[in-house]
């Protein structure tokens, strides 16, 4: 299993994308023995191996149902552990067109984080680029070796570095790799204008360079904007992707009689509380002080509303979204949380200077 490449069947070892729900996908390597419990059933790995790639799976007990997903880096993103905020889709899908990355260009990218644009970037410039990203800290550096190594990223080489302080160049590079000579750099750290500096010694002397520094807050957008200048890096500029996801459901639709029947209703609890009150003081005022609890069935307000289940505007009763017995009408709404990382993003140019 790569994300290289597809491949049709299930095998013990590989990596399957569970998708449970569309906000719940779950990473598994199939493992004989193991079982994947979700709220919807359980899923026996055994009964995985040797079907196909986007197969539905059903739960053990006979109910449920997952879809084994081949990995790809879209669908990774959704589902990867979290070590760090991460770069989704919506971004990485623009800055990836925007930088015109494509099969062989060389990235150089820091941090690393959770790496998954390290996913997108590997996938994209396929084998004959290669990527290089750095991280400091280390438990991430090593947790996204292991993972680009297990998920068959061989043509990227991840580096235990600070950026700011040590600059991008690597000692000891396999030869594999060949000098750095970076095509695109992607720089998604709190303080990028101190690794601009360093990329001179690494970035292409023969081919136009393209940046991209992501950074949540205008400061980091303004201070990497005057290292960028200041480095003879030009067409600066910032924009911000803000995607939305709709979504489509039923609306229920009331007429006249439920606005009538639910009027009724309020008015009659309304009545049964004054009448409630007024009971309590007369007792109260001729010495019967009761509790409320004592009052007999048959003292009971006549008028209580007998038809307490009906209320599709009110509280209480559970109404399933497009019961056959109401009128609904189809609607979209814009998903109320975007979820991405928004962040500004800053691109610039460099071009090499030609000597004559
Ligand atoms: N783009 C990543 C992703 O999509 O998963 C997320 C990057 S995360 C927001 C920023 C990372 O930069 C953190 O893991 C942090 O440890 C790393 N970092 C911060 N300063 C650094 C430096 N000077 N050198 C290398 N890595 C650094």
């Known amino acids: 299993m790569s994300f290289h490449h597809y491949k049709d069947i299930i095998e013990e070892g590989d990596l399957v994308l569970a998708f449970i729900s569309r906000a719940a996908v779950k990473p598994i390597t199939v493992t004989r023995g193991a079982v994947l419990n979700t709220r919807y059933g359980h899923y026996q790995h ?7 790639y986007g197969e539905q799976m059903s739960g053990n007990k006979g109910y449920g149902f997952i879809h084994l997903l081949h ?24 800055i990836m067109q925007r930088l015109n990355v494509t099969s062989g260009t060389r990235v150089i990218e820091a941090g690393t984080g959770s790496a998954s644009f390290s996913h997108s970037f590997a996938r994209t410039i396929g084998n004959e680029g290669k990527l290089f990203t750095y991280e400091f800290h280390e438990p991430r550096f090593l947790e996204a070796k292991r993972e680009l190594h297990e998920h068959g990223l061989e043509n990227t ?176 709404k814009v998903e109320s949380e975007i979820k991405s990382h928004t962040s500004y993003l800053t691109f610039a140019h460099k071009i090499p200077i030609t000597k004559n």
């Open 157 to 332: 080489l991840i580096t235990h570095r600070d950026v700011c302080n040590n600059g991008f160049e690597i000692e000891n590079i396999p030869s594999e790799f060949g000098p750095i000579n970076g095509d695109v750099v992607f720089l998604d750290l709190p303080s990028p204008w101190t690794a601009i500096p360093h990329l001179d010694k690494v970035i292409s002397k023969t081919s136009r360079v393209g940046i991209c520094c992501f950074s949540p807050c205008i400061e980091q957008v303004e201070k990497a904007v005057k290292a960028l200048q200041a480095d003879g890096w030009i067409n600066i500029e910032m924009v911000e992707v803000s995607g939305k996801r709709w979504e489509a459901r039923k609306d229920m639709v009331r007429d006249i009689s439920d606005v009538v029947k639910r009027l009724k209703d309020i008015q009659s609890r309304k009545n049964q509380g004054i009448e409630n009150r007024r009971q309590v003081k007369v007792d109260s005022q001729s010495g019967e002080k009761r509790d409320h609890d004592e009052v007999d069935e048959d003292d009971k307000p006549k008028f209580q509303n007998s038809d307490k289940g009906y209320n599709p505007f009110g509280k209480g009763t559970r109404i399933r979204e497009g019961d056959d017995i109401y009128n609904w009408r189809d609607v979209t």
């Open 71 to 94: 990995p790809t880096p879209e669908i990774w993103t959704t589902s990867l552990s979290h070590r760090t905020q991460i770069v989704y889709t919506q971004d990485s899908s623009y």
């Open 46 to 52: 055994d009964n995985m191996i040797g079907l196909k």
